[in-house]
């Protein structure tokens, strides 16, 4: 068996992926600031972070964007 | 949880055997749906957690799983037969999964419930929906687990990830079939497992057949992750909908923090399912796509049909 390469890996696996009109998602990260200076602690492998700034919960994304037209 | 009670001769037929396993005798046929809802559910519940007065071994009883398979097939032919007349199946090769599941979800035009909890819903109709939606909401997320082994690379690694978050990432007390458990306590109602399998209606009892069919078979894979897709991506705006109507009616609490956990987490499940998990499973094995669909379209006219039948019935009472 051969040693694994992890520097060029099978499949992409971005930490960041921006979802066409809709939020970024968010991988890995222990906490978030959002745009009034607040520092959110995150306890989930991923999180959406909310992009059309519409959301009942920023900086998360509440699925609000699907709502507004495009 | 204890059996059932049963609906008609079939599922009374069943019960008795599942109580008392050398018991002889073929299986009667359903006289009603049902009877026919129930006996299926019970059956699949045996690969779930079981039932206290039944035999474990009852599982893989061969004569059992010829009951099963019967009901099964019965169901799956009229599921398909449903997908079939709302359209034409999509040439598997030429669609874009997750943009196909975007417009089937976007096309869905069934009633919501969480509107009518939002804006007009009394206390007891709230009451009656959650001891609905318990049949589902407290084995949560469980008919998916069966399908991790039967997917490939990229969209095995996705589910796993959206299984995590359902199951706590690792803290029990965030498991969110638990967090279910806790609100209905709060609000009163009974918590255990299967509590009120027996208030279910037919529509409900299918609904949820549906989601342990997919999972439970390999073969429906593709349906299995299509159905948890449309799922995800029916979520969090109605879970948000719930939270405010169980504010209105100060059920605030433990109920309303379950939904108001399903607002974020879906809002980031939907994106998993349908891409990294529909859109991978499609591109390795293009024969599942029209699958996915297959299993997404269930999921949506289910609810719509529970829904229907559940504001029918409210609308018949005033």
Not at chain 1, 14 to 29: F, Q
Not at chain 2, 196 to 221: C, I, K, P, Q, T
Not at chain 2, 228 to 238: H, I, Q
Not at chain 2, 269 to 290: K, S, Y
Request: glycine share 6%; charged share 30%; net charge negative.
């Amino acid at each position: 068996m051969t040693d694994r390469d992890f520097d060029h890996p099978d499949f992409d696996h971005p930490d960041v992926v921006l979802v066409p009109y809709g939020p970024m998602l968010l991988r890995g990260a222990e906490s978030v600031q959002d745009l009034e200076g607040t520092v959110h602690a995150v306890d989930r492998p991923v999180v959406a972070l909310c992009r059309c700034e519409k959301s009942s919960r920023l900086p998360w994304c509440d699925g609000t964007h699907k709502v507004i037209p495009r | 949880m204890r059996l059932p009670k049963p609906r008609g001769g079939l599922s009374e037929w069943l019960v008795a055997r599942l109580a008392e396993p050398g018991l002889s005798g073929a299986a009667p046929d359903a006289d009603s749906w049902d009877d026919e809802s129930i006996s299926l559910w019970t059956l699949h519940e045996l690969s779930f957690r079981g039932f206290e007065d039944a035999d474990d071994r009852a599982e893989w009883d061969p004569e059992l799983l010829g009951v099963r398979r019967d009901l099964e097939t019965a169901l799956e032919d009229r599921l398909r037969a449903r997908w079939a007349a709302l359209t034409p199946p999509p040439a598997p090769a030429a669609v874009d999964v997750p943009a196909a599941l975007e417009d089937l979800v976007a096309a869905d035009d069934g009633p919501s419930l969480a509107d009518f909890v939002r804006r007009r819903a009394d206390r007891d109709h709230v009451l009656e929906l959650l001891r609905q939606r318990s049949v589902y909401h407290l084995k949560e997320s469980d008919p998916s687990a069966f399908v991790v082994p039967r997917l490939p690379v990229r969209a095995k690694a996705a589910l796993m990830a959206l299984q995590f978050d359902e199951y706590g990432d690792g803290d029990p007390n965030r498991l969110h079939s638990h967090l279910f458990a806790r609100g209905l306590e709060a609000v009163g109602l009974r918590a255990e497992y299967g509590a009120y399998v027996d208030d279910a209606v037919a529509e409900n009892l299918e609904m949820n057949n549906a989601g342990s069919l997919f999972g439970l078979h390999r073969r429906l894979r593709g349906a299995a992750v299509g159905h948890l897709a449309a799922f995800e991506m029916t979520s969090s705006l109605p879970s948000r909908k719930m939270v405010q109507g169980l504010d209105r009616l100060g059920l605030d609490g433990p109920m309303a923090a379950y939904y108001d956990e399903h607002v974020e987490a879906d809002a980031i499940h939907e994106h998993l399912a349908a891409r990294d998990i529909c859109g991978t499973l499609a591109d390795d094995e293009p024969d599942q796509a029209a699958e996915i669909l297959f299993g997404a379209f269930t999921c949506l006219d289910a609810e719509a049909r529970f829904a229907t039948a559940m504001l029918g019935a409210w609308e018949d009472q005033r």
